[in-house]
């Protein structure tokens, strides 16, 4: 029973981050959304150090467990509106090509550049 108290809590957490994100959005009327204030936020103060990494990662790990589950109303949208995406097809697959390369291309690099820097840290 107490690590799912754990995770609930932890999984709280980042909710209160998004939160947080929400109230900055709201408050400075800024054009970014609420939720990516909040996770910038969380970021900076995971990598600071502020917050450790082992006070939120089961429940972290959980939610990622189930993350396919978020992107069923999503393609429930795009299905539901298709009409919308008809016809538009030529202009679309070059879009969702090079976001898709790009996104790929931006992971990769973030992903060398903490492992090398990961290392160097444990030395």
Do not use: C, H
Request: aromatic content about 18%; charged content about 15%.
């Amino acid at each position: 029973m107490f690590t799912w108290t754990k995770r609930i809590l932890q999984i709280a957490v980042l909710f209160l981050f998004y939160y947080i994100g929400e109230a900055i959005q709201a408050y400075f009327s800024l054009v970014i959304p609420g939720s990516i204030i909040g996770m910038l936020l969380f970021f900076l103060l995971l990598t600071a150090q502020v917050i450790k990494i082992d006070w939120v990662e089961e429940g972290i790990d959980f939610i990622i467990k189930d993350m396919p589950i978020f992107f069923v109303p999503v393609t429930v949208g795009i299905i539901q509106y298709f009409d919308f995406f008809y016809g538009k097809g030529i202009i679309m697959i070059p879009s969702i090509i090079l976001s898709t390369i790009f996104v790929i291309a931006i992971a990769g690099l973030l992903t060398q550049f903490t492992l090398k820097n990961g290392d160097n840290r444990n030395e």
